[in-house]
Nanobody, 113 residues
Framework: QVQLVESGGGLVQPGGSLRLSCAASGFTFSIYPMNWYRQAPGKERELVAEISSGGTRTNYADSVKGRFSISRDNAKNTVYLQMNSLKPEDTAVYYC??????WGKGTQVTVSS
């Protein structure tokens, strides 16, 4: 079964950190670039970060540059999003995506004191 399953979301205080994981199965993970998106209440889904298939190239939305870091472990079929210096405006459901393909179901991140 082709699927992506996110984990690692939760409630964190402003300035805190979280690490999201996305486990892939059912396809050849190592040949696909991967994306993290997020969708806040009342807003459109936005691209947060992208990583190349080999993990050597990354891109970030301006709003998260310098705070978030995307990485992957092709041996574990997993992509990660390390989120530091979190702000209330980072509150959203975070989704991973096989670039141009399937989506995970998302994990909620809430940044609040």
């Amino acid at each position: 079964q082709v699927q992506l399953v996110e984990s690692g979301g939760g409630l964190v205080q402003p300035g805190g950190s979280l690490r999201l994981s996305c486990a892939a199965s059912g396809f050849t993970f190592s040949i696909y670039p991967m994306n993290w998106y997020r969708q806040a209440p009342g807003k459109e889904r936005e691209l947060v970060a992208e990583i190349s298939s080999g993990g050597t190239r990354t891109n970030y939305a301006d709003s998260v540059k310098g705070r978030f870091s995307i990485s992957r472990d092709n041996a574990k079929n997993t992509v990660y999003l390390q989120m530091n210096s979190l702000k209330p405006e980072d509150t959203a459901v975070y989704y991973c995506r096989q670039k141009g393909g399937i989506w995970g179901k998302g994990t909620q991140v809430t940044v609040s004191s």
